[in-house]
């Protein structure tokens, strides 16, 4: 205890070295004790390198008084406080949710959507309350945050309510619900999509779009995305040719309309890209019934392979 | 020849949205993760403005522009923050971190782009 | 195997950055996709979305990333290797801190080669400062090179390598500081006696601490192989060890800023670099 009592005392040391090797062997001792003058050291720290140590060594200590430490940063009128507390729980693996089960209702917005950040990383037994109170938020940034995070984690089970939130036609949460249905969506999420789009999706969300008919459209779905290729501009290539490459590995007989050889064979003569040009010369493998294709997929195919060299 | 914007945002749904809506409007787009990555991603590649989060862990947005802004060479480059915070407190903080602009998520993608090309001007690339 | 497409490309990349910090553009694609395949094709995997799922949410430990950076880098070693990093070193950074050392008459000069395994990264650093510095032999300079492997330390101290390891030094450099011997080489005393070789565990905190007064710090392909911890706890030493104005050095295309943002980004020609304000 005398040697843990140095270390805190050396926390106000007036050489920063001595203040970050403080904070290191608090971290170290691994002791309870140590949490308090952790924190409140925190805002009186001007040396970001020392502010750094002692968030490391928060890490360290395993005591359950970190986290309830790092949920009241949350409140900190420091960016830097609150966003390394973000990192700090996240570190800590399941073991929060309970306590940011418990801190959720009485969280402002701006906490309730960094509570929501912690849990992109953590996952566990009791987080879908939390998603559920957060698909319900009055603050759309919350519900935003939500749906991104359950898309990413797979959260199948919040399907039908995401497909019912791309009905409120909020451009950036209907774009946050197309990604996530990209992943756990299906051919139902396309349907209820496009019942929604009318025919006409938003030309910002057409990336969006296109991941989930690449991700859960049918083989005759290629059309669709092959007819963008001509018409759209070349910052859509990118999704065009991944949303087409995703239903061909789906569906391996989905033919490939002829008219997709010169806006293809133009992608990997002058593409934007390495990586957009390989893909532009496999997809154009399914095409070698076309007159000239065989040849030029000779000429070009030792030119890409290898990253050029 | 087209601008081009550097967007910092630690959610990659964000930064994809926005760079969505402004590759549609003609801009060229460079994404980071924080603000540590865009600080490498700015000193490595032309940009003609920064469009920036606030809370990212690692380097939040105040500290991104305070170190932008103390480069002698990034002093008029447009810096825009795009943040879900609307307390008249963190838009203060913004402008004396050195933001030229501040605009509350969800922006419109019309507004965003309306506001990011006033910003802008005719200001040239840096590199 | 089907290829990664442009948005999983994406997704690696800056997984990999996040979590070992290293930069990977696109013009590497083709490379990143082979290893991805090795790793996929020997976990059972034959979805890349899978296999990227797995990596993002489903490997809490960073096993399997670990095992993608094995495969991703390199453990090559040889004099002058990141020739454009040292060359920024060389041309700018070592100048800058002379000439603040100079203008304080400080004539002491102190390089830390850490993980140096068997020398080369310091005997290289021991040529360019002769090279660019020959005042060198008037100051008080000294590159301590370390290593926890004492076998590697050995080799270290004979100063002897071959045609490999030498391929790229530049032709001028060869005659001046290194005596042939039919297939090796030996670096001559008059540059080798500017490194002096130490035991040190990079884990050692006590050790580590020790460690003080550095104009700048070498730890290149070295930290990638650290879990997140040991490789921020290894970074926040080599702050306290250096001087203000004195510079860290990773690899070519490993991020400082991943894993501290104490230091300042600074740019010289194409490079950048982190310095202890």
């Known amino acids: 205890m005398i040697e843990l009592d140095e270390h805190i005392g050396k926390l106000e040391s007036a050489d920063e070295a001595e203040r970050i090797y403080a904070a290191e062997d608090i971290g170290y001792a691994n002791r309870a004790e140590g949490v308090p003058p952790l924190l409140e050291r925190l805002p009186a720290e001007s040396s970001r390198a020392v502010r750094e140590a002692i968030f490391a060594a928060l890490e360290n200590i395993e005591d359950d008084a970190v986290i309830q430490g790092a949920i009241r940063l949350l409140r900190s009128d420091d960016s830097f406080l609150r966003n390394q507390a973000v990192d700090l729980l996240r570190s800590r693996g399941p073991r929060v949710i309970a306590s940011l089960s418990l801190a959720f209702p009485e969280a402002d917005s701006d906490q309730r959507k960094l509570i929501l950040d912690v849990l992109a990383s953590v996952d566990g037994p009791g987080t879908s309350g939390i998603y559920e109170r957060a698909l319900a938020d009055s603050d759309v940034n919350v519900v935003i945050t939500a749906v991104e995070s359950l898309g990413n984690a797979r959260k199948t089970e919040f399907r039908a309510h995401i497909e019912e939130a791309v009905g409120a036609w909020h451009p950036m949460l209907t774009g946050a619900c197309l990604e996530a249905l990209a992943q756990i969506g299906n051919a139902h999420s396309l349907e209820v999509i496009r019942s929604h789009a009318a025919g006409s999706v938003a030309d910002f969300l057409l990336p969006s779009y296109l991941k989930v008919l690449g991700a859960h459209g049918e083989e005759s779905d290629v059309a669709e995305a092959a007819g963008m290729l001509d018409s759209r501009g070349a910052h859509l290539h990118a999704p065009i040719l991944d949303a087409i490459a995703m239903l061909r590995q789906r569906h391996p007989s989905a033919l490939l309309p002829e008219s997709l050889v010169d806006p293809l064979e133009r992608i990997v003569r002058i593409g934007n890209s390495p990586i957009l040009r390989r893909q532009a010369l496999h997809l154009l493998e399914g095409l070698t019934k076309q007159e000239g294709v065989v040849e030029f997929l000779a000429a070009w195919q030792p030119r890409l392979e290898n990253d050029g060299a | ?127 | 195997m089907p290829e990664l497409s442009s948005d999983q490309f994406d997704k690696l990349t800056r997984k990999i950055y996040s979590e070992l910090g290293l930069q990977f553009e696109e013009n590497k694609g083709y490379f990143l996709q082979k290893c991805v395949e090795k790793r996929m094709e020997k976990l059972g995997f034959d979805d890349p979305q899978k296999y990227l799922f797995m990596l993002c949410y489903a490997d809490p430990d960073g096993v399997e990333m670990q095992a993608l950076a094995n495969l991703i880098t390199t453990n090559e070693t040889y004099m002058f290797r990141e020739y454009e990093q040292l060359a920024a070193f060389a041309d700018y950074c070592l100048p800058e801190v002379l000439s603040a050392k100079e203008a304080r008459a400080e004539h002491t000069l102190r390089i830390w080669s850490a993980g140096c395994a068997s020398g080369e990264e310091a005997y290289t650093l021991a040529i360019i400062l002769r090279e660019v510095f020959p005042q060198s032999q008037f100051w008080n300079c000294e590159i301590v090179a370390t290593d926890i492997d004492q076998n590697v330390l050995n080799q270290a101290a004979r100063a002897r390598y071959g045609s490999r390891s030498v391929h790229e030094v530049p032709p001028e450099y060869m005659a001046r500081h290194l005596i042939a011997h039919g297939d090796s080489y030996t670096v001559r005393p008059s540059t080798a006696n500017l490194v002096r070789l130490e035991h040190l565990n990079l884990h050692d905190r006590i050790a580590m601490r020790a460690m003080k007064n550095f104009d700048f710090v070498f730890c290149r392909n070295v930290l990638i192989y650290f879990d997140d911890r040991s490789r921020k706890m290894v970074v926040d030493h080599f702050y306290n060890a250096l001087n203000p104005g004195g510079y860290v050095f990773l690899g070519h295309s490993e991020s400082v800023g991943r894993i501290s943002t104490a230091f300042k980004l600074r740019r010289f020609g194409t490079h950048l670099v982190y310095v202890k304000e």
């Not at chain 2, 087209?2 to 409007?25: C, G, M, P, W």
């Open chain 2, 1 to 127: 020849m087209k601008k081009t914007v550097l967007i910092v945002d630690d959610s990659e749904f964000v930064r994809n949205y926005h760079a969505y809506i402004l590759q549609q409007a003609s801009f060229d787009v460079i994404t980071a993760m924080d603000g540590s990555d865009g600080l490498e991603k700015l000193y490595t590649h032309a940009c003609d403005l920064i469009l920036t989060d606030i809370n990212m862990a690692r380097m939040d947005g105040y500290e991104f522009i305070r170190r932008v802004r103390s480069e002698p060479k990034y002093q008029e480059l447009p810096i825009v923050i795009v943040s879900t915070e609307s307390q008249s407190m963190d838009k203060m903080k913004g402008f004396q971190a050195g933001a030229n602009l501040y605009l509350v998520k969800p922006c419109s993608p019309a507004m965003m782009v309306e506001n990011l090309r006033m910003v802008m001007g005719p200001a040239p690339n840096v590199t």
